[in-house]
């Protein structure tokens, strides 16, 4: 990518790609724009030709600095033999890093193929797109580009590499996707080779077992990132550190997939159609904490025959066609040959330490001073990676023959304190007990505080379980000490910077904590913020301000686990009720039920005195699931107690959402009780209207609508679904808004009114969108694919229906096939042109998210939906 300024002989190169007849003169523009300042074009002629010799324009490509992509009508030339033509593989084999212009020359008249390719042009955030109607208003469009991407640069040029590889390496992960690492990998190439080994063998599952430390999870995430070849339909990463229950193997499991637990079908069976006939590999991390959960990855056997399981533990899973891989320590100088600067450079443990120190102290070096040093801190640490990381990180303040005397006095001792351990977990506990003694007392108090977060914190978290502890009001200065010292990881979600502590560390300061006797206590003040966190935010996603509501729970929903699993614990049980119905929206937008349930079913299990209301909100999440999938006379007669309670404890809001509730298990039990439900739906909208709960109204609304629907009156369904949208719309609550003006524009289509439905469908793609809900955004382009349809445009309707097909397979969702619209439509196009429907439906298969929305959206180029789209 550009870097910098360069001299003029080393001009910043860009390629050019294009056809070449019908852009003769557009290419002649673009050299001179370029050109103009003073930068070398590379315009390969060859590239757009038949058959073009592959391997030369990609070292072109490899040389040029940016790219510019020119199109227009033609998508270019297919060599027999080959998928694409020059014009796709040249955009491509393009770097992803390199900065790239995208000019589209106005057309009405564009091959398919390459309104596929301007469409994932759109959604990628590497990308500038932009049109132009002549070649003058290319050059100039160009000239500027250019000149604006130079400036950039240098200005980026002027902060230094270091900034911008720190930030690049600190991106959050998308949930289930494999986090990158803060660091490079050393010394791991022959354990990565092995382990691709064995899931190429197709064993169904790959334990890498091994002390804390060692670096499993690091090799687990290599092997994953480098394995894409092999599961060509997806790799998910669940961490598992904090999941304590073994029976919550699978719902966490289906949160990473993306699989939205709605209590509506079993999560077994929402599994099975997520994964069926998928080639993925699930990277299970950590699981040594839920070991007894081993047996169910046999039942995953069956639900995903073609699915694989990597799986980072401590302990041996002893399950069936399991292949266990000892991950071993790096390699550490022979003690017998001597230090010599070039041996030392040779042990893979010497070469991380010195990766790490300089990290930590740049222009740090191994030298013939310090390679003895160097070697014996290895050697005292066994090579395990995580210890030498935490010895590397003290040169900011001792050099290595400082620190090697340090550890050859206090190593030992701390190492025989832990006789109980096995001798690697000893050496890690010690090494950690080494590094945290160097560490001024409130620091040491603060790291172990820290052990109740899950998985990662705010600083204003942080600061919040701080209060009368002995590190009050330093948490800022502290928390940048525990990060300078590789104790504690910062990074950035979203504009938020939040922390984390590796397993490893989080179990030694748990484990200090309790020995303080003050783990319940720092437990307490943990569920204590996130109680007020949720009492602060849940009012928020009824209505304006729900995208952000539901971005914020799920950026903290692991503390929020551990919260209600301690307030539970500790027999707080009125609280935990309270937390978990205070949070109903979100269980429901991001499909969270499952857990919930086992939280409310342990609670009803306590020997312990319960408030009404508590009883109510326990039973109600406990039934939801039930009235979904085992409905029964008993359902209904436990949601109607549920009624009761509620009124009798004086939640009248609750009371009647629970007899919404009720009123939609009459319908799941017995068709005959339509009547009965739709009595008590109307009543409860107007209680909910009375009592002013906008969300649950409009929600409500929508299940009014499709008992209309189903008893045939389109007419009174159409009008429910209006009015539910309308309600929704005045509060802001975007999520209701999305599903009632989607299945309102299903109506509106099936009357003739195919403009009205088309606006509906797009404005519920693009609520969809902003609440990250997949499942509308598959609803969305199915209803943009049923106007393609009756439009006559075979190909896009195929590719759209493909591309909501496959996010419905990934997320295990399927519509009610009496709401479905765009199916029998789909059947005349297969029909009529089964050519260009089975080419869409390729194509279409093959779309991310954000290409497919992309496709569907007639304002794809918007700025504030390109953004939008980057972050899916």
Excluded at 225 to 241: H, K, T
Excluded at 570 to 579: H, Q, T
Aim: a negative charge.
């Amino acid at each position: 990518m550009v870097s910098g300024i360069r001299t003029p002989d080393q001009r910043i190169r860009v390629f050019v790609s294009s056809t070449l007849r019908e852009l003769s003169d557009e290419r002649r523009a673009a050299r001179t724009a370029i050109e103009s300042l003073r930068l070398a074009p590379v315009m390969f002629e060859l590239g757009a030709r038949p058959h073009p010799p592959r391997e030369l324009y990609r070292s072109y490509l490899e040389q040029s600095d940016v790219f510019v992509g020119i199109y227009w009508e033609s998508y270019g030339w297919v060599a027999p033999d080959e998928e694409v033509s020059g014009l796709q593989d040249e955009y491509d084999l393009a770097p992803r890093e390199m900065p790239k212009l995208i000019y589209i020359k106005a057309s009405d008249h564009r091959d398919e193929r390459l309104k596929t390719l301007i469409a994932r042009i759109q959604a990628d955030d590497t990308a500038a797109y932009l049109p132009f109607t002549t070649p003058e208003e290319l050059h100039d469009r160009l000239t500027d580009d250019l000149a604006t991407l130079l400036a950039e640069r240098f200005d980026e040029s002027r902060t230094g590499p270091a900034e911008e590889h720190d930030h690049a390496e600190a991106a959050e992960p998308a949930t289930g996707r494999v986090p990158v690492p803060y660091s490079a990998t050393i010394g791991r190439e022959d354990d990565l080779a092995a382990v691709r080994a064995l899931l190429s063998a197709s064993h169904r599952v790959v334990s890498l077992i091994g002390p804390g430390g060692i670096g499993k999870s690091r090799l687990a995430i290599e092997t994953a990132r480098s394995s894409e070849d092999l599961f060509p339909d997806g790799i998910y990463f669940v961490p598992l550190e904090n999941v304590l229950e073994p029976r919550l193997l699978l719902t966490t499991i289906a949160y990473f997939l993306g699989i939205r637990d709605t209590g509506e079908a079993a999560i077994e069976e929402r599994i099975a159609h997520a994964l069926g006939g998928r080639r993925v590999l699930i990277v299970l991390d950590n699981f040594e904490q839920i070991v007894d959960a081993a047996p169910l990855l046999i039942r995953l056997y069956d639900l995903a025959p073609l699915a694989t399981f990597l799986i980072t533990s401590r302990i041996v899973l002893r399950i069936r066609g399991e292949q266990v891989y000892d991950v071993t320590a790096l390699k550490t100088p022979d003690e017998s040959a001597g230090a010599s600067v070039e041996r030392v450079g040779r042990s893979t443990a010497c070469v991380l330490f010195v990766d790490r120190a300089t990290a930590a102290k740049p222009g740090f070096e191994l030298g013939d001073e310090n390679a003895a040093a160097i070697a014996d801190i290895c050697r005292r640490l066994e090579g395990l990676p995580l210890a030498i990381e935490l010895a590397a990180a003290k040169v900011r303040l001792l050099p290595p023959q400082a620190i090697a005397e340090r550890l050859e006095q206090t190593l030992p001792m701390l190492t025989a304190a832990a006789r109980d351990l096995p001798e690697r977990h000893r050496t890690m506990r010690a090494t950690i007990d080494w590094s945290v003694s160097l560490l001024p007392a409130e620091q040491r108090d603060l790291l172990e505080d820290l052990g109740v977060f899950a998985r990662r914190f705010t600083l204003e978290a942080a600061e919040a379980i701080g209060i009368d502890r002995t590190w009050e009001g330093q948490a800022v200065e502290a928390l940048s000490a525990l990060v300078d010292g590789s104790l504690v990881k910062a990074t950035e979600v979203d504009g938020r910077s939040v922390y984390s502590l590796l397993a490893t560390v989080r179990e030694y300061a748990l484990d200090r904590l309790e020995a303080r006797g003050d783990v319940d206590l720092m437990r307490t003040a943990h569920a204590d913020y996130y109680g007020s966190l949720t009492a602060r935010v849940a009012p928020h996603l009824g209505g304006a301000g729900q995208a952000d509501a539901v971005a914020e729970l799920g950026l903290d929903l692991p503390n929020l686990r551990a919260a209600v699993r301690h307030l539970v614990h500790s027999d707080r049980l009125d609280d935990a009720a309270d937390f978990a119905w205070r949070l109903l929206i979100y269980w429901w937008i991001a499909g969270f039920f499952g857990e919930v349930r086992v939280w409310m079913l342990e609670l009803l299990d306590k020997q312990t005195v319960i408030s009404q209301h508590t009883r109510a909100v326990a039973w109600f999440f406990a039934l939801w699931g039930e009235m979904w999938q085992r409905p029964s006379e008993q359902v209904v007669a436990g949601l109607g107690e549920c009624v009761r309670l509620f009124a009798e404890s004086g939640d009248d809001d609750a009371s009647a959402m629970a007899l919404a509730a009720r009123a939609t298990a009459r319908v799941q039990f017995s068709i005959d009780d339509i009547e009965k439900a739709e009595g008590e739906l109307t009543e409860a909208v107007e209680r909910l209207r009375d009592l002013g709960n906008r969300w649950a109204e409009a929600i409500t609304l929508v299940s009014l609508a499709r008992i209309a629907w189903v008893r045939g009156d389109r007419t009174r369904a159409l009008e429910r679904f209006g009015e539910a949208r309308e309600v929704a719309r005045a509060s802001g609550d975007i999520f209701t808004s999305s599903i009632a003006g989607n299945q309102r524009a299903r109506l509106d289509f099936l009357r003739g009114e195919i403009e009205t439905a088309e606006t509906g469908f797009v404005e519920s793609l693009h609520l969809s969108l902003a609440l990250h809900y997949e499942e509308g955004v598959a609803y969305g382009l199915e209803g943009v694919c049923v106007v393609a349809a009756v439009r006559g445009d075979t190909w896009r309707a195929s590719a759209l229906s493909a591309a909501a097909g496959s996010i419905r397979h990934r997320i295990g969702v399927f519509d009610a096939e009496a709401f479905t619209v765009h199916t029998p439509y789909l059947a005349q196009l297969r029909e009529r042109d089964p050519d260009a429907f089975d080419a869409g439906e390729r194509a279409g298969a093959e779309l991310s998210i954000a290409e497919a929305v992309a496709l569907a959206l007639p304002d794809a180029g918007d700025p504030v939906l390109r953004e939008t789209l980057r972050r899916w």
